[in-house]
């Protein structure tokens, strides 16, 4: 039983660049949702995506943009890597009981 | 912007103490106030949660008060064990639906032998 799958989990990045996290979910949720967690920080929401069809803003967007591809699959994408986009991102989903899903975390380094 | 204010930020214990760790929110569109656990390296995980139609809910060891007219919210940990060192995250619903969440800052606790 997967639950929610994050890729990668690892990266290292040079400011600039741009790359994509892939999250997808198996439990048929309608709600997806991108979180970066800071030390000290706690987590904070990027974008959700409250059905397949919509996504809006969290608070902390800039920089960063989504796409919900299907009812499975909610992309996060970074187009030009800043050092202040260092974190362990994470993926979740959650369906009528509120309740959300985390993935494992995607950790990304930006040099 | 709404926030969520979460103390203290680390907690140490002896095996059998009952860690306490407080929220404080300042408005939230709906009355729904979950705790996450966090181990090292894994995301996290719903603990327990609360609707407050009650001030008091009991799930096992872990308990959640909540304070309306305060806006505060707190978790207990009754004959707390090693196993549930773990950082742990109280969170609140903002304006635009009861699963869109803001989170606190975190607590890690230690619970030591």
């Known amino acids: 039983n997967a639950g929610v799958t994050q890729t990668p989990k690892f990266q290292v990045l040079k400011t600039g660049q741009s790359m994509t996290l892939q999250c997808a979910q198996d439990?048929?949720?309608?709600?997806m949702y991108w979180y970066r967690q800071d030390p000290g920080m706690g987590l904070r929401l990027i974008y959700y995506?409250?059905?397949?069809?919509?996504?809006d803003k969290g608070e902390v967007p800039n920089g960063y943009n989504v796409s919900r591809l299907n009812k499975r699959e909610f992309s996060l994408r970074l187009e030009s890597a800043a050092p202040s986009q260092t974190s362990v991102y994470f993926c979740?989903?959650?369906?009528?009981?509120?309740?959300?899903?985390f993935g494992e975390g995607s950790r990304l380094t930006v040099l | 912007q709404q926030q969520v204010k979460q103390s203290p930020q680390s907690l140490i214990v002896q095996k059998g103490g009952i860690p306490i760790i407080n929220c404080a929110y300042e408005?939230?569109?709906?009355?729904?106030f979950p705790w996450y656990q966090q181990f090292p390296g894994k995301g996290p995980a719903l603990l327990i949660a609360?609707?407050?139609?009650?001030s008091e809910k009991k799930e096992g060891r872990f308990t959640i008060s909540f304070n309306k007219s305060a806006k505060q919210f707190s978790l207990h940990i009754m004959d707390s064990q090693p196993g549930d060192s773990a950082t742990y995250f109280c969170?609140?619903?903002?304006?635009?639906?009861?699963?869109?969440?803001?989170f606190g800052a975190g607590t890690r606790l230690a619970v030591h032998p």
């Open positions: 979740a989903s959650s369906g009528y009981t509120g309740e959300l899903f």
């Open positions: 439990m048929n949720h309608n709600s």
């Open positions: 995506s409250a059905s397949e069809g919509t996504t």
């Open positions: 408005n939230t569109a709906f009355d729904y």
């Open positions: 609360i609707r407050p139609d009650v």
């Open positions: 969170a609140a619903p903002i304006s635009g639906g009861y699963n869109k969440l803001i």
